[in-house]
């Protein structure tokens, strides 16, 4: 029976869990209620909207809910296997603290400043200026997103490695949530070698319900590991 300090971290991180699957929903439905824009200034401009701003704002609390999340997870198998579980924690830890500083960058710097300046002043040099620190932070952004996705691959490989042996029902919900969060992660990756625009579309469609199970999964998980201890 775990104690009441142990049960309250479980709980923590199904909460953070549910809420960063919920973020990821949000994030789709928008697809479905803001506008197609092809043209790149306009998708910028877009990104200053409000249902936008929220979007922003959710996904960098849920990265701090993944941390949590993760950490929970990994120790729980240190007793199991110290090493694996150690090297899957700090892979995690890893994505986790490189995907706040952008995503917190992204919202405070880029969101909340360059865009609204960009908005506020159409068809001048300054908006012409703004623009191009916009366009430099995404593509810095996509240059590090390769180490970033590379350390949440490894991250999911060394825990899938760290319960490689244990085949109890609940332990097959985590490996499944690994094998599929590697599986997802893979052709991003391969994607940034290739830059194949039918790669990307691939990617694109396949990032929210992939993304979702892996997280579903982990979820199910917790809550049937937490009767057991």
């Known amino acids: 029976m775990i104690n009441k300090t142990t049960n309250r971290r479980f709980s923590l991180a199904i909460v953070c869990l549910i809420f960063f699957v919920l973020v990821q929903l949000y994030q789709f439905s928008l697809r479905f209620i803001l506008p197609v824009e092809q043209d790149p200034y306009q998708q910028l401009i877009q990104r200053g909207f409000t249902l936008n701003h929220i979007r922003y704002l959710l996904i960098l609390l849920s990265i701090f809910g993944l941390l949590i999340s993760y950490t929970v997870i990994c120790v729980i198998h240190i007793t199991r296997d110290k090493y694996f579980s150690i090297i899957a924690l700090l892979f995690f830890l890893i994505f986790c603290f490189f995907e706040i500083l952008y995503r917190s960058a992204e919202y405070f710097l880029v969101i909340k400043k360059w865009i609204p300046m960009i908005i506020m002043n159409p068809n001048s040099q300054i908006a012409s200026d703004y623009v191009y620190r916009v366009q430099l932070f995404d593509a810095s952004v996509s240059a590090l997103y390769f180490p970033l996705l590379f350390c949440h691959l490894c991250g999911s490989l060394f825990l899938f490695l760290t319960i490689r042996k244990i085949n109890n029902a609940y332990n097959i919900l985590l490996k499944i949530a690994m094998v599929i969060n590697i599986i997802r992660i893979i ?16 990617n694109h469609y396949l990032f929210f319900p992939t993304i979702s199970l892996v997280f579903i999964f982990q979820i199910f998980y917790l809550l049937r590991i937490r009767k057991t201890l």
Do not use: D, K, T, V
């Open 187 to 202: 052709p991003r990756l391969f994607n940034y070698y290739l830059e194949s625009s039918g790669l990307a579309q691939i």
